[in-house]
């Protein structure tokens, strides 16, 4: 059976499409708008997205994101990230599966012009299969011989085990690893 | 859940709640104080059964728990120790089992239960388990004195991914001292990555806020001028060797001017229970947080950065209200007129 490896990864879904990036390959990843003289590592073209949005930083082999206290900021785990006591800095220490939304201002609105992000430890060797889910109200999620059953999910549903991963974004499922997805 | 403990968290929410209402210390001290006197009333009433079980005197309790007479009569009087070794100290002279040594941590102290795979708990579980009666507190002294010379930490060698329940049972299994030795030395690694997390926490946000200070824990602290524990402390963090106390841990969130969810979050990291509104010093801090943050938001064009700001004004707080039991907190904070700054 194929299982994750262990690694770090982050998986960011904009205008439909999946880029998953490996972030042991360096320890700082910078995240915003590419302009002149301004290259992030992260580059979203999203107008709602800062310049200088964030960045995902490893320290001592913990994955941290810190928000620039940009302008209509981040979304994590649902929550708004605030600034702390006297604006500053609030590191926050990643967990798999914690989810993201870049550039979404304070309310959690999964559209077009926001960038949706996923952190996950597990590393799949295989790469992203999509499946059109319009129209379906019912959706069944099958891994390792497991199924879940969902009613008409919310965008950004992230279904994860050690032997794959579904997210669910309305119209399109991405998934990889061991997950099938039925829908009626 | 019992009921009991169903009541607790519901008292608990409620006096948290209040707390975020309070206008002034005014209102603090009158309108919770009262509320919380009840936990230090059942704290009193439960140390000294404990005292008479024990069939010790006062002053041989003391020397048995190794402290001083004087803060046994504190205790008796309601006062809470500061810390979660003092409690592990009562219950050990008190001779109790795994059981009841985590209701006491738990419901009186309100910190979290023994933990394996931290040295002392670990420690402390193998002399509950053996029941040394009267010997306990002696044995585990000596044992974690022993162990704490001899350990060598060895950073490369990387943790087994090991569950708390399995490394639980392994320990069970553990027949003699020569045997924890062995155990303890084999699973080093473990226990130098339980706080692991803290430790990366903490230096994360020292890294994100105080770049002016070269970055590193050791230059905020000497260059802010924090006492000579609290320098003691970081510096320890910074070398991943520091264990962790409750009070140090909220007097280095007030220092570093974290918010109430950061000094929550590492309390966390440091498998503690968040900041708790039925112990009265800990209400106070919640009281300060939650008035920081207010502040804050009602401010936030202020370019103003005065790193020692929340120090300043928790140390204001902390001295109109007369509590004995957090002086060394008291001390630790930056006088308020040192303009030093």
Redesign the interface.
């Known amino acids: 059976m194929m299982r994750g490896k262990k690694g770090n990864n982050l998986i960011l879904i904009e205008n439909g499409l999946l880029t998953s990036y490996m972030l042991d390959d360096k320890n700082v990843w910078e995240v915003g708008r590419p302009s002149k003289g301004n290259i992030p590592d992260i580059k979203l073209k999203s107008a709602t997205v800062s310049r200088k949005h964030g960045k995902f930083q490893n320290m001592d082999g913990v994955w941290f994101y810190l928000d620039y206290n940009s302008k209509n900021g981040t979304i994590y785990n649902h929550k708004h990230i605030n600034a702390g006591i006297n604006g500053r800095v609030k590191p926050v220490m990643l967990e798999t599966g914690d989810t993201f939304l870049f550039g979404g201002g304070e309310e959690e609105v999964i559209n077009s012009k926001t960038i949706w992000g996923l952190y996950t430890t597990r590393v799949f060797e295989d790469l992203w299969r999509i499946m059109d889910s319009k129209g379906y109200k019912q959706l069944q999620f099958i891994s390792d011989g497991r199924i879940t059953t969902m009613m008409s999910p919310e965008k950004g549903l992230v279904i994860e085990n050690e032997n794959g991963i579904a997210i669910y974004m309305g119209d399109i499922i991405y998934m990889i690893g061991d997950m099938e997805v039925i829908g009626c | 859940m019992d009921n009991h403990l169903k009541d607790n968290n519901y008292e608990t929410v409620f006096i948290r709640d209040e707390i975020s209402k309070c206008e002034d210390v005014d209102e603090l001290r009158e309108r919770i104080f009262p509320m919380i006197k009840t936990q230090q009333e059942q704290w009193a009433k439960k140390i000294n059964e404990i005292i008479v079980e024990s069939g010790l005197n006062k002053s041989q309790f003391a020397e048995t728990c190794g402290v001083s007479r004087v803060a046994v009569n504190k205790w008796s009087n309601g006062s809470l120790p500061k810390n979660r070794e003092t409690f592990l100290r009562i219950g050990m002279t008190a001779g109790y089992g795994l059981e009841k040594m985590n209701q006491l941590l738990q419901r009186y102290g309100q910190y979290p239960a023994l933990y394996s795979k931290s040295l002392e708990d670990c420690v402390c579980i193998y002399v509950l388990d053996k029941e040394y009666g009267k010997e306990t507190i002696t044995k585990y002294k000596y044992i974690l004195d022993k162990i704490k010379q001899n350990i060598i930490r060895d950073d490369k060698n990387e943790a087994d991914d090991l569950s708390t329940v399995i490394f639980d049972e392994k320990l069970s299994n553990v027949k003699d001292e020569t045997e924890l030795e062995t155990f303890i030395y084999d699973n080093s690694a473990i226990f130098s990555t339980t706080y ?2 803290f ?3 903490v ?3 020292i ?3 105080y770049s002016g200070f070269g970055g590193t824990v050791f230059e905020l602290a000497e260059g802010q001028g924090w006492s000579s524990s609290l320098r003691q402390c970081v510096s320890a963090i910074r070398q ?1 060797k520091w264990y962790p106390t409750r009070n140090k841990i909220i007097s280095l969130g007030i220092h570093l ?3 109430h ?2 000094i929550d ?1 590492m309390l966390e ?1 440091a498998h503690m229970e968040p900041l708790c509104a039925k112990n009265i010093f800990e209400s106070v801090i919640m009281f300060i947080l939650d008035d ?2 207010l502040n ?1 938001m009602l401010d ?1 064009d ?1 370019e103003d ?2 790193p020692d ?2 120090c300043r004004y928790s140390r204001e707080i902390l001295e109109t209200l007369d509590l004995p039991e957090v002086d060394a907190f008291i001390t630790e904070l930056p006088e308020i007129n040192d303009d030093a700054w």
Do not use: I, P
Request: proline share 0%; aromatic share 10%.
């Open positions: 692991h997390k430790y990366a926490y230096k994360m946000h890294m994100a806020n991943s001017s974290m918010d969810e950061q979050k990291l920081a943050s804050n936030v202020s950065f005065d700001e929340l």
